[in-house]
């Protein structure tokens, strides 16, 4: 958390409120938030926020000249004249009074200043195919060249962007594959399934506004709703909502997966 969804929901809670304006100052609480922390001051004040976009998981401040490139980890918040308080790392004072600040419980994420030429370079070697943009002829062969289990290629970053934990377990629980699946044995019409459920369940998602599980919530402080929709994600031991089953859950590439061994069945 957050993912594709919740990262996108940030950017369009935002990106009205926040372009145009003017960074004068900034004040750094936790200086290990940030990367190139000895220069951030002199490369980001005085410059005005053109738009925020999106790379996977990864937010993109455009800069008059420059980008922040922000990526929020487990716990991280971008709010829009938020609350300061024990968990406020960052605060961004803007020329007309405003203010975005950067919260997080845990101190995982991290904000770096990159021109054009670093974001450039940094997206292309790290960041992997856009699911909303991506044909299935470029997913198919990004995702066969990869060994081992279905879940963990999911959750890798410089195959498919954007896809952590709780919508790798909801878009496999669709596709009737399970997570522990070798990735080359997949028929063409497990690949087929996946496309599809990749895209759609993420749409979706970000229509709903995101799952919110336990603290996430949008730029403006909104919570998601998609977490009322999750099939598995969270569910070990409940019923299947297909079969009746009970879902189960093990452990995939360091990370808990729920599925349900029926639904699922390995092949």
Not at 16 to 41: C, D, H, L, Q, W
Not at 43 to 61: A, F, H, P
Not at 189 to 204: A, G, H, K, T
Request: proline letters at 2%; one cysteine or more; a positive charge.
């Amino acid at each position: 958390m957050p993912e594709l969804p919740e990262v996108e929901n940030v950017i369009r809670s935002l990106v009205k409120k926040v372009s145009g304006k003017i960074i004068i100052n900034i004040e750094i609480v936790t200086p290990n938030i940030i990367y190139n922390r000895m220069e951030f001051k002199d490369l980001v004040i005085s410059k005005t926020i053109v738009t925020l976009l999106r790379r996977g998981k990864y937010i993109i401040i455009k800069l008059s000249e420059g980008n922040l490139l922000i990526h929020l980890r487990m716990t991280g918040k971008l709010l829009y004249n938020g609350e300061v308080n024990k968990h406020t790392h960052l605060r961004f004072k803007f020329l007309d009074g405003d203010y975005l600040i950067y919260n997080d419980v845990r101190k995982f994420g991290r904000v770096s200043y990159l021109n054009n030429d670093e974001l450039e370079v940094y997206l292309n070697t790290k960041v992997g195919l856009e699911p909303g943009l991506m044909v299935f002829d470029e997913f198919k062969d990004k995702l066969m060249k990869k060994t081992g289990a279905i879940k963990k290629n999911l959750l890798d970053q410089t195959v498919i962007a954007g896809i952590g934990n709780i919508y790798a377990d909801e878009i496999l629980f669709a596709s009737g594959i399970h997570p522990l699946f070798e990735t080359k044995n997949l028929l063409e019409s497990d690949l087929e399934n996946l496309y599809n459920n990749i895209r759609e369940i993420l749409e979706e998602a970000t229509i709903a506004g995101g799952s919110t599980i336990r603290d996430y919530v949008n730029g403006e402080g909104a919570a998601g709703a998609y977490q009322d929709t999750h099939k598995v994600y969270g569910k070990s031991g409940k019923e299947c909502i297909s079969c009746g089953c009970k879902l189960e859950k093990i452990k995939v590439a360091g990370r808990t997966s729920v599925f349900c061994p029926i639904c699922q069945r390995i092949r």
